[in-house]
Each structure stands twice: as structure tokens, then as C-alpha cells.
């Protein structure tokens, strides 16, 4: 149930917005969606976003203006979504469970979807003999591949690679390729890092395929991506397609990890001050952790942003102003620990503007977006997103 | 938009939900109830419970069974929500802006309800005279308390007290008492302590009213709470009502501060298990931060408990198991840090409940309750929860 929907609708301007509301620059946007995609052009890849920071029909509209293209999900009820929307081509980017293969299976039956599973050991791919068998699909799977020890998947050498791949094969599903995610690159902030995770990406992923093409699978998709290596990959070779989400919007920590500047961040939350502790240096504003999230992703970077960086209400800096503490519909602004600014005057009523540690977290907390452009105070449009699985 | 729901209606069975999924078990949460209930009685104060947790009509009426009693919202959505379930006595303890404090009176002159509103500087007082010019409302307000430094509100002995009570007067609206919240009780635990707490939040919020009193300000009203020091207080001479919210549901933070056991907790994430990794002692579940949240109040305390504790599919306690790595949709169950047990055995498709560290964090990530009764295989009901501002 999505309340701040009645206070909307007569609102065209940012004066009149609810807060805390979540703002989506157009501009921006437009911005981050095209550098991606002119890089995947130049490498000669296919460029398959991933949905889950984004989760609208709307912002996917920007990516793909003319016709639905590949994208990736995280759930589900993302894929249920977006083939409502039209949209054919998918991978499902997280380990299958029986149960979500079914539906994910079901969703292909009914729909006519192709959509993408993914797996990484023989009991998973064993279970797809069942799901063909109550759907009447043929499951299309990746192996999942695990190429730093970020998570799940399975390394090149490992011998339960081929294992897995001939027990899809046994179990009468398609095996479409393999897929790595390097989500170990978020941890990194050096160009040469950066630049030496990708090439660490591709290579174990491009051997995976060429272990399984020896086995005789054909593995026709060499699939991988996280928004830092897409950035400083600089050889593609025998990489077929990569993934990517946050890039659209991007955020504080990609910022950290040298992926973008402050300026390219696309979302933010607006907010009102509710509250001064001049004593303290405390501005408390109405924005918690309920519309920024719990997220910290920079605490562990070179610059903590604590709950977020603060811009004024057009969307300027206010240099080493951040969300010091949160709770659940609390912030508190205050300057960052060592720096020699002190706080601007912010009085109750004045309105600012939060970015996100993380923006696949702060969009998460909201259902939908107020589109603004730079710092007019014109809203554009508002855009749903979806949440759920 | 709830995906889910269209999956969810024909399902009477845990075995047939969705994960993840938010669970509510019935018998718990009507046994957190009554604790604290109770206890408000004996200590002769009313009981204001707030909704900031539950969010939710279905929760509520647990509490209240036959009509609608007092109780304390979070944002204007919130007191939108329960005004259209009938409820008329609430208080919305945000400060607040000249914005919220409009729109709080526009629902106000729309519905009768009486909304009380929460301030701490003379500005806010004086913005109520355009309010209630605004709206034909009288504005009725608490002025809040800072009884330990903990985020807004006014020490009891600040002569901006007495200041922004006169103003609140000055400017036509009816100042109904003062409000403290010892939101510092969280980091404590022990009975001592927590004995001190309640006792310093009782003493210096009483302070506060006698002090309005002696001006000639009534101060009818001498509100406080916090989960922890709500059921810690021995002695509330001179209060006259108790807030308190996350007590319904308890959490890992509250047994960590000692007010609960891990068996009181009422709300837990179903997940299903998506991978193993042996090497490592992990195993992957499909529950990450967007169903738990990224909350990690139990960081900072004795016992870390990662991302959340571990249960099996019929809520017993997996000992030491936590989750101990969380991406989106991600969870790594793993052993504690320390402990000399090792991992059980789970399997692909295996299930398990997952409990909060946080109770209003993760319970913030879903759209409703899917009411369960302990190791019963059957769901009781769905009930729905609000979001939004």
C-alpha cells in the first residue's frame, strides 16, 4: 500500500513533495545509461543490465527505448513484471531453488519468456528433470562461476564444473553458458586494481567455457559483470555479454571505488529539517533509515559518508555535511569527523538532499521516484518500482 | 506493487510460500502483549503502544481487540492509515516541519482525529499560528525531551523549555505535555543499568513537567518509553503514559540488551537454501539484505549475530548458526566466530527461519505478515502491513 500516493497527485513541483521522497535525476541518468552502453559497444559485447537497482518499467524504458532488450533480475517477481512489460530475454542472476525453478518455468510456459536460470552444483541440476517434467519446459541454465571467493559458484578447475554441466545435459535442461559476477571489486578503489579484476574476471570465466567446449558443451554465453570491472574492463576477449546494475544510478561507493563521481549520482532522498542542536552541531532532518537504509557500505572505505552525503535542496554539496546517525525516521546531519567546515545554516522547514552509501539498497526502500532534472524545481514524472519476490 | 500476492492466494501451508518470507508467529506476539500490558497496569499508566514496528491494522487489533485505544505513529502516512481504521488518539512522535504539521491538522479537520504533534524550538511553536490559520485546526503539541543526549528534545533545566512553551501558547495552539524517549536503554544490558535508565528517563521528564507546571502551562500529559526501559521502570510516580513499539515483536538487539529471550521473538524471514559451499562452511540461502535488512544493531554488542540468527523450516534454533555475509538476495550461513560447532546439514531446498536483529528494520522490508503458530505447518492468515510517508 503506497500512501504518499494521494499527497502526490497534485504536486508538480519539488516545494510541494511528501518527505522524505525519493528523486531521480533524468539527466543524470541518461548520462550513466549511455557511458556503459558506448563501452559494451566499443568492447563488442552484449550489454544485459541488471534490473534489481532500478526494479521500474520506467527507468528499463530509458535503457531500451525503442524495443524491450536482455536484462538480468534478482527475483522472480521481477521477471513476473517485466514480462508483463514485454520483455523475452532474462537471467534470473541468483542459485535456483526447486521451488523458484518451477515457477521461473511456469512464468516461461505461460508467458512464452525465455528466461535464464543459474546453478552451481548436481543436486540442483538434477532437480530440473522434475521441473521439464511438471512444466513441459526445458530449463535454460548458466553455472554459476566463482572466479575471487566472493560468494557462490564454482572455480574453473574445479572438477564438479563438468560434473554439473553433464548432469544438466542428463536431466534433459539446456546449458547456455557460464556467468561469473566479481563482486569482489567493490572492495577495490585503484584504477590498477580495478583494471586487474576484470581481466581476472574474464579470464577464469573464458576458461570455464573453454573446459566445458573440450567436454563437447557448446556454451554459447560467456556472461559477466559488476558495475567496477564493466567500467575498466579493457579486453573483452571471448566474452559474449555483460551484467551491470547500480551504473544507472550509481552511488557513494562506487564513488569510493573510483567508478564515478559524486556528480554522475543519480538518486537521492529529499528531506526537511525537523530540528537543530547548535551545541552539538546537530541538524536533525526526517529521513532514517527507512528512507535511506542501513546501508554503510562506505564505513569501510577511505571516506566514510556515514548515512549519506548532503546537498542543498537543488542538489549542491554541502561539502562534508553527511547523515552522521539514523534512526528509523531520524537523521542527523552533522560535518564529517576531522574536517575544519562547520555546519551551514540549516533551519527547520529547509529542505536537502541525501546520496545514497548504496543505491540498490536506498531506491529499495521506496516506491517510486519523483524524476527531477538538475536543480529545477519542476518534478518530470514519478516512476513506479516494484518490490516483493 | 506486491508481486507476491498473486503467488501467495492459494497457499495454506508454509511448504507453499514464497521465500523469502515474513512470518508473524500468533502465540508469541500475543504473549509480548500482554507482558508489557500488564505491566502498564500494575504500574497504573496508560499504554500507548507505538506502530512504527507493526504497521499494521491486523497487529494492532491484537492489541486492541474490541476498539480502537491510544497510540503513537511514525510518519503521516501511518496516522493516515490507522485514522481510516478508526482510530482517533494518536501521537506522531517525529518533531516536526511547518509541512508535516499542516498536513497532520489537514487530516485532523478531515477525520476528528485528534493528532498530537512533537516539537523543541520556537520556531516550530510559532509556524503553528499559520497552521492553525491554514487549516481552522488547533494544533495540540508535546514539547520533547533529551533525557540522555540521544538525538532532539530539550534538557529539563534548558531555559528554552519554559520559551517554547510560552510560544506554543503565543501562537494559539494546546500544549497537551512533554515527551521523552531513552532511546539510549538500547546500548545497555543489565537489569541494573537498565533499572537506572528508566529511572533517570522517569525523573527527568516528571522535572520537566513540574517546572511547565510551576509556570501555569497544565502539562496534563507526561509521556515516555522505549522497549527497554518501558518493561525495566519500577516506579512511574508522575507519569501518566508508556510508548513503546518493538516489544510486540522483540528482537535480537532486545534479548542482546536483555529485555527478552530468543524464544519471545515473534517475526522471522523464511528462506530457502540455494547452494553449499563445504570448503568454506557455507551454505547460501535466498534471503539477503532486502528480506533482513542491512541492520546490524547486534555488532556493537557481546554476542554478534551477524545478519540474523539461524532457526530450522519449524523455528528451532540452529546453535551458533548466523548469517554471516549478506548481499541483495544473499544470505551465507555460516558458523559463529569461535564456536565449536559445526554447520548441519542443509541441503538444496532445505528451509530455515532467519530472526532480526532489528524487528522494525526487517519487518520494513515486507508488505505483509504470513501468521504462523509455532512448528505448525499451517498459515493462519495474511496481514498486511503499510510503507511510505
Not at 536533525?284 to 557500505?297: H, I
Request: glycine share 8%; proline share 5%; with cysteine.
Amino acid at each position: 500500500m503506497e500512501t504518499n500516493a494521494k499527497s502526490l497527485e497534485p504536486v508538480q513541483k519539488i516545494d510541494g513533495l511528501v518527505t522524505p521522497s525519493l528523486l531521480l535525476d533524468r539527466g543524470k541518468l541518461e548520462r550513466n545509461i549511455n557511458r556503459l552502453a558506448d563501452h559494451a559497444r566499443k568492447l563488442g559485447v552484449v550489454l544485459r543490465p541488471h534490473m534489481k537497482t532500478a526494479k521500474s518499467i520506467d527507468v528499463a524504458r530509458q535503457v531500451f527505448p525503442t524495443e524491450p532488450g536482455p536484462i538480468t533480475v534478482s527475483t522472480i517477481a521481477e521477471a513476473e513484471y517485466f514480462a508483463d512489460h514485454g520483455y523475452r530475454d532474462m537471467t534470473y542472476a541468483v542459485g535456483l531453488s526447486p521451488a523458484s525453478a518451477r515457477r521461473a518455468s511456469e512464468l516461461c510456459r505461460r508467458t512464452g519468456v525465455a528466461l535464464k536460470l543459474l546453478l552451481d552444483t548436481v543436486e540442483q541440476a538434477d532437480a530440473l528433470a522434475d521441473v521439464r517434467k511438471a512444466t513441459g519446459v526445458t530449463p535454460s541454465v548458466f553455472i554459476e562461476l566463482d572466479c575471487a571467493d566472493h560468494r557462490g559458484g564454482l572455480k574453473p578447475d574445479d572438477p564438479k564444473l563438468i560434473e554439473v554441466a553433464d548432469r544438466v545435459v542428463a536431466a534433459g535442461a539446456h546449458l547456455v553458458g557460464v556467468l561469473a559476477h566479481a563482486g569482489e571489486s567493490y572492495r577495490l578503489s585503484t584504477p590498477d586494481a580495478l583494471v586487474r579484476a576484470a581481466e581476472n574476471e574474464r579470464s577464469a570465466t573464458v576458461r570455464a567455457a573453454e573446459i566445458l567446449r573440450a567436454r563437447g558443451h557448446a556454451c554459447p554465453i560467456v556472461s559477466l559483470g559488476s558495475t567496477p570491472t564493466a567500467h575498466f574492463a579493457e579486453n573483452f576477449d571471448g566474452v559474449t555479454e555483460l551484467r551491470a546494475g547500480v551504473y544507472m544510478f550509481f552511488d557513494l561507493v562506487q564513488h569510493g571505488v573510483g567508478v564515478c563521481a559524486v556528480d554522475d549520482i543519480a538518486i537521492s532522498v529529499l528531506a526537511t529539517v525537523i530540528g537543530v542542536k547548535p551545541e552539538k552541531g546537530w541538524v536533525l532532518v526526517d529521513a532514517g533509515w527507512m528512507a535511506l537504509s542501513r546501508d554503510r557500505g562506505t564505513a569501510s572505505q577511505r571516506v566514510d559518508q556515514g548515512y549519506g552525503l548532503v546537498c542543498d535542496e537543488a542538489g549542491r554539496v554541502l561539502e562534508d555535511v553527511i547523515v552522521s546517525q539514523a534512526s528509523q525516521e531520524h537523521g542527523i546531519l552533522a560535518i564529517r569527523s576531522g574536517s575544519p567546515k562547520s555546519m551551514p545554516d540549516l533551519r527547520v522547514g529547509a529542505r536537502v538532499r541525501i546520496l545514497p552509501n548504496h543505491a540498490c539498497a536506498m531506491a529499495g526502500q521506496h516506491d517510486f521516484y519523483s524524476v527531477v532534472n538538475g536543480g529545477s524545481p519542476e518534478i518530470d514524472a514519478r516512476w513506479e518500482r516494484i518490490r516483493g519476490w
